[in-house]
């Protein structure tokens, strides 16, 4: 009998990642590419897509959101069939997610706290 998949948070993850770097990219990547050496007139361009932040960081904490619940939800630890998930197992899923959230959280805040730094 074939048994059923366990629920990932990795697609979730994945998602706010992507998110987060859409909702990053008018202010982190023409630094970033300065930084590198690269430069031109096309970089101000970026700037133009400072109006999709707040949809890409709604998008991103949709996605935490969901990441977060399906690891903390009371069905996490047992599913339907009652095998179970390995505590160890569960408790690395955790930490990962709460390393992913505060990398995800600096990227979101970048634009904000990048004026210090300069």
Avoid at 29 to 36: D, F, G, Y
Avoid at 47 to 69: E, H, K, Q, V
């Amino acid at each position: 009998m074939a048994q059923p998949r366990s629920r990932s948070s990795l697609p979730a993850l994945m998602g706010a990642a992507a998110a987060a770097a859409g909702a990053s990219v008018c202010c982190v990547v023409p630094l970033v590419l300065v930084l590198m050496g690269i430069s031109g007139a096309w970089i101000a361009n970026l700037t133009a897509l400072d109006a999709w932040r707040p949809w890409f960081s709604a998008a991103t904490l949709a996605c935490l959101g969901w990441a977060f619940w399906t690891l903390y939800r009371p069905a996490a630890r047992c599913r339907t069939d009652g095998a179970c998930v390995d505590p160890a197992q569960l408790r690395r899923r955790r930490r990962w997610l709460w390393i992913a959230t505060g990398l995800i959280a600096l990227l979101l805040l970048f634009p904000y706290y990048i004026g210090w730094f300069l």
